[in-house]
């Protein structure tokens, strides 16, 4: 296996990380945010890749050949901050303090260094990779030589990996010709011109075609469009200095050795502890500057001020395993979930399970794990707003705790540890099944769950995964253990722009809690629009029955004949809305009445009329009735299911002929199946030997065919839309 060098671009780490982390001090006021996030990374990706060798290299503020040959190069970069360009030296410390090689030339990028050290290493049969957060290294990449780019997107930190196919997928060119992209198209950051009116697109064109801008140059005439053949013809010494400014140096006159890097700093740290070893007390090992090796002694600096010289015991400070134990609390959880998949635990008993590895986790993220950042507290402020907005909505109580907890959740989640990151992908299913088991047990908890993981994408751009919305779902019940609310729910409905909102506002003060949302409909809005809110609105009402919709007079009272789609319960509308009326419907959804009963008692003390839909969605059903008996027509149901040849969606019911005539289209069978009465006309009697006919309306079939002898029998077939036949 061959040996490996991480190579890595300092300046640009230190800059992603920077900015990247809040500006952290320590305690003399000294910023260390920057190296704090650069030794982060670096340890990331040392465990990662695993390499023999690793160094840094960092650019100098001399001026560089680049600069001597184009005075304007990088000149519209703004001065590196003064919070950064102090921790500079201070990293620089860090990384010669731990043996590892730190690497700057004068009058040459990082970038040329890196490039030189990688392709000697290349040529020596080592593995190489690059980490950077410029793509302009991009040219270097070759199926020996991996570049690394970190990239942030919404808060959270992945890497983008490039050997050569990597690159010609992305960007349709080898990484060589990465440098004849950029004369081309020029490069802002860096002040590299380029050829005017030539962007990606066309430059990547053009490239393709050509394979480079001297080729193309020679074939003018065929550069197409007609605006990129003239500014190439005119601005072709442009794109020859845009190249040479672009082209990282590969043989640039850097001494650079392989010795002294990872393998030696692992020898320090054995011959240290080994010496210190021999001198152990009944107190311990104590590991002294004597112990150094005889080369790092030498090097060391000469103190003259009187520091504190305490010891650092490492029995309490310790490396931190936090999140491989973070990583045992899911897995167990992931392991319960299993035992209930085998029905080995009940609901109940998952729920216990649950909270006791939720309680342990929630332990050590407020205790544990000392997390202190503006992100949190941010998050903590909107989180506590979300919840309360939607305890107000639902009627539940959510605690100020847990939206402590969901922000460090969140926060996790965006920061991105390659351990908890790998262990989601590798149970990314398991996960999944195990969030949508808990929500479909918990639909009035998955509904309100739902309902904060969208305001917190909508306020924080923050996409919650699976596990953190389980966790929340699971917050959510064991805070309210049984979701309750009103049995009714109050929505008004008025045209005019601010009608409706200010009866819903004075409504609620005079009740003393909110019963009633508003939904204002200008006079230019459609119908359709109206339906859509109205129906999104009904959806948030989980604990209700019944829904009371008051509405002005004209084209609102019949609104609910374009609803469709919600679920099933009672629809009271009620007209000519007033502050009055609504108070009076608003007391009696508090006082838990019947919908029947609170519609009345406000028409009468209040001029307007009111009607009720009930069950405003039910169930597609076919009807088996027969004048034989209940056990009869519930045998030729089940033969009609077995003999059928495709599946019908609907349900089968077997019902009481008797009852079915006398009522008729009264019945309180279609108050639950999906028909109005008017499609209910006659009931037919009809005796056949091998054939059962199939009703509805005027709509009859005859080939069914079974295998039973003089059955009296009526198979009814209600659908809202059409007829089923069954075989």
């Not at 990247?20 to 465990?47: C, K, Q, S």
């Not at 700093?265 to 150094?292: F, M, P, R």
Request: charged share 25%; hydrophobic share 40%; aromatic share 8%.
């Amino acid at each position: 296996m061959s040996e490996k060098i991480l190579l890595i671009d300092g300046h640009s780490i230190l800059n992603r990380a920077f900015y990247g982390l809040p500006d952290l001090t320590n305690a003399e006021g000294r910023h260390t945010g920057a190296v704090y996030g650069f030794l982060n990374i670096m340890f990331r990706i040392m465990e990662e890749e695993k390499p023999e060798y690793l160094t840094v290299a960092f650019d100098l503020s001399a001026p560089t050949f680049r600069h001597k040959r184009y005075e304007a190069y990088k000149g519209t970069r703004k001065p590196m901050p003064e919070e950064l360009r102090e921790q500079v030296p201070l990293i620089k410390e860090m990384l010669s303090a731990m043996g590892i090689n730190i690497m700057s030339l004068e009058g040459y990028e990082a970038d040329d260094l890196l490039g030189t050290v990688a392709r000697r290493s290349e040529a020596k049969g080592m593995d190489v990779t690059i980490l950077s957060g410029d793509r302009d290294l991009l040219q270097l990449a070759t199926d020996k030589v991996l570049i690394r780019l970190p990239k942030t997107v919404r808060g959270k930190t992945t890497i983008e990996n490039y050997h050569t196919a990597e690159v010609l997928e992305k960007y349709q060119v080898t990484p060589p010709q990465i440098i004849e992209l950029k004369a081309l198209m020029g490069d802002s950051s860096d002040n590299i011109p380029g050829i005017p009116g030539v962007g990606e697109k066309t430059a990547t064109k053009m490239i393709v075609q050509f394979g480079s801008i001297e080729n193309a140059h020679e074939h003018l005439e065929e550069v197409k469009p007609n605006k990129a053949k003239e500014s190439l013809r005119e601005h072709y010494d442009l794109a020859q200095l845009s190249k040479e400014l672009a082209t990282i140096n590969t043989d640039s006159p850097l001494e650079f050795s392989y010795e002294n890097n990872i393998d030696e700093l692992k020898t320090c740290v054995t011959s240290s502890c080994a010496g210190a070893y021999l001198e152990k007390t009944s107190d311990g090992i104590a590991i002294h500057s004597y112990h150094l090796p005889e080369y790092m002694l030498s090097s060391l600096k000469l103190e003259v001020e009187d520091k504190d010289k305490r010891m650092i015991h490492l029995n309490s400070y310790s490396r931190d395993t936090s999140l491989g134990q973070t990583v045992q609390y899911f897995q167990i959880m992931l392991d319960v979930f299993e035992d209930y998949r085998q029905d080995m635990l009940s609901f109940d008993g998952l729920m216990m399970e649950f909270r006791k590895q939720l309680n342990d986790y929630y332990d050590y993220l407020i205790y544990g794990q000392k997390l202190v950042n503006i992100k949190i507290s941010t998050y903590e402020q909107l989180i506590n707003q979300i919840f309360e907005n939607v305890g107000e909505m639902y009627g539940i109580s959510l605690s100020k705790k847990y939206s402590h907890l969901l922000a460090r959740r969140l926060y996790i989640q965006l920061q991105g540890d390659h351990l908890i990151d790998n262990w989601m992908k590798q149970n990314h299913d398991e996960i999944e099944e195990m969030f949508q088991a808990v929500s479909a047990v918990l639909e009035k908890e998955s509904v309100i769950c739902s309902r904060i993981v969208n305001l917190i994408k909508l306020n924080l751009d923050i996409e919650a995964d699976s596990l953190n919305q389980l966790f929340l779902l699971l917050d959510i019940k064991n805070q309210n253990q049984k979701i309750q609310g009103l049995s009714a729910a109050g929505i008004i409905l008025s045209h005019g722009y601010a009608t409706a909102s200010s009866i819903a506002d004075a409504a609620n003060q005079i009740i003393g809690r909110k019963v009633f949302d508003a939904i204002d409909m200008p006079l230019d809005m459609q119908m359709s629009d109206i339906t859509g809110l109205l129906e999104k609105h009904i959806e948030r009402f989980i604990t209700c029955q019944d829904v009371v919709l008051l509405v002005d007079m004209g084209s609102l009272e019949q609104i609910h004949s374009q609803m469709g789609g919600l679920r099933n319960l009672n629809i009271g509308i009620i007209n000519n809305i007033s502050t009055a009326l609504a108070v009076d419907i608003g007391l009696g959804i508090c006082g838990n009445q019947k919908l029947e009963d609170i519609l009345k008692r406000a028409s009468e003390s209040n001029v307007c009329t009111y009607r009720i839909i009930h069950n405003v969605q039910k169930e597609d059903a076919v009807i088996f009735s027969g004048e034989n008996g209940i056990d009869t027509t519930e045998k030729l149901k089940e033969l009609i299911l077995k003999t059928s040849a495709t599946s019908i969606p609907v349900k089968f019911v077997a019902y009481d002929y008797y009852r079915l005539m006398k009522n008729g289209s009264h019945d309180e069978i279609f108050h639950q199946a999906c028909l109005d009465h008017a499609q209910f006309a006659e009931v037919f009697r009809i005796e056949t030997d091998r054939t059962v006919f199939t009703f509805a309306d005027d709509h009859v079939s005859s080939d069914a065919q079974c295998t039973w002898e003089n059955v009296s029998s009526v198979v009814v077939c209600m659908l809202s839309d059409q007829v089923y036949t069954s075989r």
